[in-house]
């Protein structure tokens, strides 16, 4: 079993809530996402950037850097939200060929041999109140919206809610008997 | 006159050199492979933004928008007053479905939403499409090649062609943004410098430009009239130039790559803004060149060329001091490699991920990919030239561009909007739409005397009309198809959801979303440049 590392969150709570405001977000809380890195570099080279990616996710996100920036201190409240197992290395390098046809420039940088690291990456997430809720996820890295991560946050935040009815249900139960 | 000298053509060859320095330099020697990645992310957005412009037309624009504004004065502006208001649409609709659907070229969502047949159908409308777009802009370089030198256009139509194919094989240079900016700006420059020499050169100066072109009504941008069949009056650019814009940024995959590989959506967003708020008064300013250049042959009583075309290039080789001619041709030429770099570029990777690996060879390694999109490459540069030997005959570069692309992107524009907003089509309606859309703008280009830029409005309306028409008579898509086009937390569990983590979640008031700020300052342009040729036109008329 593979030590997860958790990331680094770069985004406070004000900036997060000054760059959700912007988007019309009005209430926010941090999170966190299990993912996947795969180092990318020149074949037998150190990673310069690291592709992150989940089984479910149609295209990957890109984060350059060598090192991914780990979390010294105690994690900050927020809650954890896991994306399953990695992909596999074929579907990860047939991912990264598309990314290279997409942008050529990459087209030297391949996938490194070594197996995905699992990762916790800091996010925030933001509710927009209208005629319907919304939700919108901005990264805990560099605050970018992260659109492509919601089908994963959706997912997490549904099983947690699930979680938490079962467990006020099975209270309920126990303080009836 | 001194014609293109030889210090000129030191300076055009020490430009492409030095350009071709630079791509190589940045482009793809970084030993350290962060700073690989890092090559465009340094870059601010308006950088990114002017590239994305001098990718899409600056050569096409300097050629042929002067010999436009020579022909038909400021009306023919209408077809690009529109551009603001088809950002509003990409930024607020197309873009934010595109990016959160992570493809990698559009035609993807078309199979997610309506089957692989849609899809497929679509993307070999996209490479016939723009594989003719693109002999036109490989026309246009070796248009000045041509008048540089004298030779044949046939013949540089031949040279431009190996040079852009074997360029765009080895790599191109597209990739560095701040070559394009460069590029952007010796155009840009090229273009007040023949204002200036051109208005100086007049006895009356500027007031001899301004009596011209209030007398001969060149200055009549805006033509109000109904009648169908008046190819630029301002209902036909609000109509039909808005979804020919829409079309032409939104589903055509040359245009819209930079988009779907931005690293974000405000990211994407940014550079439409650019094009939104530039694209008209670049229009207007060489459109006015060409009234200039107008006044110009009429004062010294000369013959314009037979291709109009040729008028600016002439004029620059011919009138500005040596050295400088040699920067301007050097800076379109270059302008003209970017785009024919990033057009190959696309069509060759919509021909690898839309045909050759899902219908030929499904896995195979990267090296082969790698040269299956370079053969793709020399394929499309060779049915480009093909085109380029006739473009001559279309009349001004930058109005045959559009009107090659109003054949064919207004059914395909229609079944992105169906496959958006009606949730009851499916891919039996998709694809009679996309027949019947195309049909019935061929049809009406030959049987009815309608202006060409209604054809993406005809394109757009007969697909959507017919596709939801024909959706009708098979099942409704199921949830799973519709999963890209809908809010993915609409369901109604996931609203209780949303609503209980909200209550919980940390409030942090509201401000005017950035987005519904940006589209304002869009709209708010429109009016203002609209409200601009009004009042341009009652002085002229007054």
Redesign the interface.
């Known amino acids: 079993m593979l030590d997860r590392l958790t990331l680094a969150r770069r985004i406070d709570?004000g900036t997060a809530?000054q760059q959700?405001?912007?988007?019309?977000?009005?209430?926010?809380?941090p999170a966190w996402i299990g993912l996947w890195a795969t180092g990318?570099?020149?074949p037998h080279?150190?990673?310069?950037?690291w592709l992150l990616c989940a089984q479910n996710?149609?295209?990957a996100l890109?984060m350059?850097?060598?090192e991914l920036p780990p979390l010294v201190e105690k994690p900050d409240a927020g809650i954890k939200l896991d994306s399953g197992l990695p992909p596999t290395s074929e579907a990860l390098?047939r991912l990264w060929?598309?990314?290279?046809?997409?942008?050529?420039?990459?087209?030297?940088?391949q996938v490194l041999s070594t197996p995905p690291k699992p990762f916790w990456l800091p996010c925030w997430?933001?509710?927009i109140?209208g005629r319907?809720?919304?939700?919108i996820i901005i990264s805990g890295l560099s605050g970018?919206?992260?659109?492509?991560l919601?089908?994963i946050v959706?997912e997490g935040?549904?099983q947690a809610?699930q979680k938490e009815q079962n467990a006020a249900l099975s209270e309920q139960r126990r303080n009836s008997l | 006159m001194e014609g293109f000298t030889l210090f000129d053509t030191i300076v055009l060859i020490g430009y492409i050199c030095l350009i071709a320095w630079i791509g190589s330099r940045f482009?793809?020697d970084q030993q350290?492979?962060?700073?690989?990645?890092?090559?465009?992310?340094k870059i601010p957005g308006w950088a990114i933004g002017l590239s994305v412009m001098a990718t899409q037309a600056s050569a096409i624009t300097f050629i042929g928008a002067p010999g436009w504004g020579f022909e038909g004065g400021l009306e023919r502006l209408v077809t690009f007053i529109n551009v603001p208001l088809a950002m509003i649409v990409l930024i607020l609709v197309l873009v934010?479905i595109f990016?959160?659907?992570?493809?990698?070229s559009i035609y993807e969502l078309l199979e997610r939403r309506f089957g692989p047949a849609t899809r497929t159908l679509s993307a070999l409308l996209f490479l016939v499409a723009r594989g003719l777009a693109t002999g036109v802009v490989l026309y246009a370089p070796a248009l000045v090649l041509a008048v540089v030198t004298g030779w044949s256009v046939n013949l540089t139509i031949i040279i431009m062609a190996v040079l852009a194919i074997s360029y765009t094989v080895m790599?191109?240079i597209s990739?560095v943004i701040w070559t394009d900016v460069v590029q952007m700006f010796v155009l840009w420059f090229g273009a007040l410098f023949s204002i200036f020499f051109l208005v100086t050169s007049l006895p009356g100066g500027w007031s001899d430009v301004m009596d011209f072109g209030a007398t001969t009504g060149m200055f009549n941008a805006i033509d109000l009239s109904f009648d169908p069949s008046v190819t630029y009056s301002l209902w036909a650019g609000l109509l039909g130039g808005f979804f020919l814009h829409v079309a032409y940024f939104g589903t055509d995959q040359s245009q819209i790559?930079r988009v779907?590989?931005s690293?974000?959506?405000?990211?994407a967003q940014r550079s439409l803004l650019i094009g939104g708020y530039l694209l008209i008064p670049q229009m207007l300013l060489f459109l006015f060149i060409g009234v200039i250049l107008a006044t110009y042959y009429q004062q010294h009583g000369l013959t314009p060329p037979e291709d109009l075309n040729e008028l600016l290039p002439r004029y620059v080789v011919s009138a500005f001091p040596s050295g400088m001619a040699g920067l301007v041709i050097a800076g379109v030429f270059a302008a003209a490699m970017s785009s024919l770099d990033s057009a190959l570029?696309s069509l060759s990777?919509v021909t690898?991920?839309d045909f050759y690996s899902r219908y030929i060879k499904p896995n195979a390694s990267?090296a082969h990919?790698?040269k299956a999109?370079r053969m793709a490459t020399i394929f499309w540069g060779l049915y480009a030239t093909l085109f380029a030997f006739f473009a001559g005959n279309l009349g001004p570069v930058i109005e045959a561009v559009n009107q090659i692309g109003s054949w064919f992107y207004g059914a395909l524009l229609g079944t992105f909007l169906l496959a958006i907003f009606s949730h009851r089509s499916n891919g039996r309606g998709a694809i009679a739409g996309l027949i019947a859309g195309m049909l019935a703008v061929w049809a009406v280009s030959a049987l009815l005397d309608v202006s060409w830029l209604y054809n993406n409005t005809v394109g757009v309306a007969v697909s959507v009309s017919v596709g939801y028409l024909v959706s009708l008579s098979a099942p409704a898509p199921s949830h799973a198809q519709l999963s890209d086009v809908m809010?993915?937390?609409?369901a109604p569990?996931?609203?209780?959801?949303?609503?209980?983590?909200?209550d919980?979640?940390?409030?942090?008031?509201?401000?005017a979303?950035?987005?519904?700020r940006r589209c304002i300052g869009l709209f708010a342009w429109f009016c203002l440049m609209l409200a601009m040729l009004a009042l341009l036109q009652g002085w002229a008329n007054a």
């Open positions: 709570e809530s959700l405001k912007r988007l019309g977000a009005s209430a926010c809380e990318l570099g020149l080279g150190s990673p310069g950037a996710m149609q295209r890109l350059v850097g060598a390098n060929l598309w990314e290279r046809m997409a942008t050529p420039r990459h087209w030297r940088m997430l933001g509710y109140r319907q809720q919304r939700l970018e919206p992260l659109p492509m919601k089908p959706l935040l549904q809610h | 482009g793809k350290n492979p962060e700073d690989y990645f890092l090559g465009g992310r934010p990016h959160r659907a992570g493809i990698y790599g191109g990739a790559q779907l590989s690293p974000s959506v405000m990211d570029n990777a690898v991920r990267d990919y790698l999109s809010m993915a937390e609409a569990d996931m609203q209780a959801v949303l609503a209980a983590r909200a919980n979640a940390h409030i942090i008031g509201k401000e979303r950035v987005t519904r």
